[in-house]
């Protein structure tokens, strides 16, 4: 019977099989170092270190130290760092294709740990787009918003306001334009005299020879009469001025209201909106902590993916039939992972227990959602449950944290430095509720901080007042009287395009005083302005008077000058057919 | 080295010249046909492949046969697929079929896919008019062939070695 078999063929490879069983104890191990560094990095985005990997195939055992996963947004430093992983493999389970752990543990588990080395990888375009596309998270626009209110409020009490007060502008050009039209008037008096004083030259020498002289003795009595009239339209004018003059003061007077409006208007400002003051104040600080929730979120959909990885069918040919009694067997199943490590949370170092159970990577066959249950214990103690639903065709994920008495270090809140609010170290309670229902993200994170020290800080410069000091002093008065600070970021959007509303009681009573104080500032600036318009208007009217004043007492004597002439001429108060009777001409022609 | 590419050759001028048995290329195309019918990747091509290599059987006439029936068998898909199906169905059989595939190793024999077991059957169906008519044709035409390849130098050159020590074993 034995014949029948080629031993020179058998026996060789019967020994090179048992060879090979017998190295694949350790060969096992290599493979399974190489298999998780070289996914687990393609998976991740960055280099996942593994140290020592022990694996004993016949035994069912599997021990990995010293893992480290760097974090792809930061690759000097690692997601997670884990000393040891212990797994009890169902030996029975693989001879049917199917890793399943029934017992294994984590120990030494570590986050945010710094690298020595980086753990950058390069990416694939794919990769470089996905991380590229960093979501925006709250209304910037409402957050530029109030940065911008702070600077439109700069320039309105900045701004030069003595430049555009239309009144100076009015007086000024009164002052100017005034005593021109008095000289016009005493240049007119004074040709007027001049005409007069030769006329009646001309006259007392034609006087001599009357008889050669008249013609123009005849003509005097028409241009002593012209002379007249002028000097009549000239003193008409001269009572014109005084008239004219108040009604340019009351021009003065109608400007410098107008400018008192302008400046009340200008300095009068639209009320700080107190929900994109929150976003101002707290959007900064909040992103932070939800780029990393939802990072976590994101990781875990990458470990658990929403659709199972399809695997090209290994015979392309028939039907793979499915037996009636037979169970279908996942390709990984992790019953129960026992978690035990250490985190720093807010600066605080805090030990974490918890477990992972059910994860699989075809949850439909187990029917059962992978859960997460983490609880820290020490000065923070947090207790986090999460459970990823994959056993629908719709994904579910939900994430439930219950963090009491944390204490929150001292934060500085707001982006410019016009306005920044220092929180001083407080004790705070925060609740994060999450769902994720296929991509779309629900939920919100409540912060309850208690006992909350607030301290103002305000750069704004505002003209010559001192109103940094008096809106810091307003602000103080108003943030003492906060007993707790509550905020509730309300989560909405997508996975990859996620957006959060903030809603606060800090933004509300920050954007009272802010607007009381503003109000007030106002107020006296609009004051100060309006009195100092007055002033300057009062002595530009005073200057004005005066002007007119001189310019009159100059025209007067100047208009006297040419009546004393025709006076002479015609030899007291006579009209101009007296003064033709008065003359030798007609005598002579008598 | 030379001898490591003429080793084929030598193999196919051993078939027909009488190194082994009619009943060895006989048993070896047979095995040869369930190989080449059998889809590969699961425990049933691979043992039956064994078979081949470990048993007293002529293995150039079982690989080329496996060749020939591999190529073939693509062209049985269908028959092989609704025959398979038509077994693994068969409901008084299915506690059966799940002992075996529940037990170890089960899932890697691969029998539950409708053309492995489809094909697997139609090659051991095939086995025996295989067997009885190769070994009818080897049993006529080996020393016809035999005395033909001797007029050719080149065979003689082929078989050099193998009939020395075949001559010097007796």
């Not at chain 1, 884990?82 to 120990?107: C, M, N, P, Y």
């Not at chain 1, 502008?169 to 008037?185: D, F, H, M, S, T």
């Not at chain 2, 060749?67 to 025959?83: A, E, P, Q, T």
Request: with cysteine.
């Amino acid at each position: 019977m034995l014949r029948i078999f080629r031993w020179s063929y058998l026996a060789p490879r019967l020994i090179v099989l048992a060879l090979v069983v017998l190295l694949s104890e350790y060969g096992v191990a290599w493979l399974l170092r190489w298999q998780l560094s070289a996914q687990g990095s393609s998976a991740v985005g960055a280099k996942v270190d593994v140290g020592q990997v022990r694996a004993s195939v016949i035994g069912g055992r599997l021990s990995i130290e010293n893992v480290a996963i760097t974090n792809p947004a930061a690759p000097m430093e690692n997601l997670v760092e884990i000393g040891q992983l212990e797994f009890d493999l169902s030996t029975a389970e693989l001879l049917h294709k199917s890793a399943v752990i029934d017992v294994g543990a984590i120990r030494g588990l570590q986050f945010g740990t710094a690298r020595t080395v980086s753990g950058e990888i390069e990416l694939t375009p794919e990769e470089e787009a996905e991380a590229a596309s960093e979501p925006s998270w709250f209304n910037e626009q409402a957050a530029n918003y109030a940065a911008n209110w702070m600077d439109d409020l700069e320039k309105r009490f900045t701004s030069d306001v003595n430049q555009q007060f239309q009144s100076i502008g009015v007086a000024q050009e009164l002052i100017e334009r005034w005593p021109g039209k008095y000289k016009e008037l005493e240049v007119a008096a004074k040709e007027l005299k001049a005409k007069a004083e030769e006329l009646k030259a001309q006259v007392k020498e034609a006087k001599k020879n009357p008889l050669r002289n008249s013609e123009f003795l005849a003509r005097v009595p028409q241009e002593a009469g012209a002379l007249d009239r002028q000097l009549k339209a000239l003193y008409v004018q001269l009572d014109k001025l005084p008239k004219e003059a108040a009604a340019d003061r009351l021009r003065i007077e109608a400007a410098r209201k107008h400018d008192e409006q302008a400046i009340r208007e200008k300095l009068a400002m639209k009320g700080l909106d107190a929900e994109s003051l929150t976003d101002y104040l707290l959007g900064q600080q909040l992103t932070g902590p939800l780029r990393q929730v939802v990072g976590w979120l994101k990781w875990a959909r990458k470990m658990m993916p929403s659709k199972p990885v399809v695997k090209a069918p290994e015979r392309c040919r028939g039907v793979d039939v499915l037996f009636a009694g037979v169970r279908q067997r996942p390709d990984l199943l992790v019953r129960m992972l026992h978690l035990d490590g250490k985190a720093n949370l807010l600066g605080q170092p805090v030990d974490l227990k918890g477990f992972v159970s059910d994860f699989t990577t075809q949850p439909k066959l187990t029917g059962k959602p992978a859960q997460l249950e983490l609880q820290t214990t020490g000065s923070m103690p947090i207790k986090l449950t999460a459970t990823c639903d994959r056993t629908q065709d719709q994904p579910h994920d939900v994430l439930f944290a219950d963090c009491r008495g944390i204490v929150v270090p001292k934060v500085r809140l707001g982006s410019s430095k016009k306005l920044r609010l220092s929180v001083e170290q407080s004790t705070a309670s925060v609740i994060v509720s999450l769902q994720l229902n296929g991509e779309k993200l629900s939920g919100d994170i409540q912060l309850v901080q208690d006992k909350v020290h607030i301290t103002p800080e305000v750069a704004v410069k505002i003209g010559d007042l001192s109103m940094g000091e008096t809106l810091e002093a307003q602000l103080q008065q108003s943030l003492a009287n906060v007993p707790q600070l509550a905020t509730r970021v309300t989560l909405s959007g997508t996975l990859n395009k996620p957006q959060a509303k903030i809603e606060s009681n800090l933004g509300p009573v920050v954007a009272t005083a802010v607007d009381g104080a503003i109000r007030q500032a106002a107020n006296e600036q609009a004051e100060k302005l309006i009195a100092k318009s007055q002033a300057k208007i009062d002595a530009q009217l005073a200057k004005f008077d005066e002007t007119i004043t001189t310019a009159a007492a100059k025209v007067a004597p100047e208009l006297a000058g040419p009546a004393s002439s025709l006076k002479t001429l015609v030899g007291g108060n006579v009209s101009v057919e007296q003064l033709g009777r008065q003359l030798p001409v007609g005598s002579l022609f008598k | 080295m030379f001898s490591v590419f003429l080793w084929p050759l030598r193999q196919i001028v051993a078939v027909l010249t009488g190194h082994d048995s009619p009943r060895q290329v006989a048993a070896g195309f047979a095995l040869g046909v369930v190989l080449g019918m059998t889809p590969k990747g699961n425990f049933l091509a691979i043992t039956v492949g064994i078979l081949l290599c470990a048993l007293q059987v002529n293995r150039t006439a079982g690989i080329a046969a496996a060749v020939i029936f591999s190529w073939l068998s693509g062209y049985f898909d269908g028959i092989s697929h609704r025959l398979g199906e038509r077994i693994l169905e068969m409901p008084a059989l299915q506690n059966f079929y799940a002992t075996i595939y529940e037990a170890p190793f089960g899932p890697l024999w691969g029998f539950n896919n409708t053309v492995v077991l489809g094909s697997m059957l139609m090659g051991i169906w095939l086995t025996l008019p295989c067997y009885l008519i190769v070994k009818a044709l080897v049993a006529k035409y080996q020393p016809i062939a035999l005395a033909w390849i001797s007029k050719y130098r080149l065979a003689r050159v082929l078989l050099g070695a193998d009939l020395t020590a075949r001559f010097s074993m007796e």
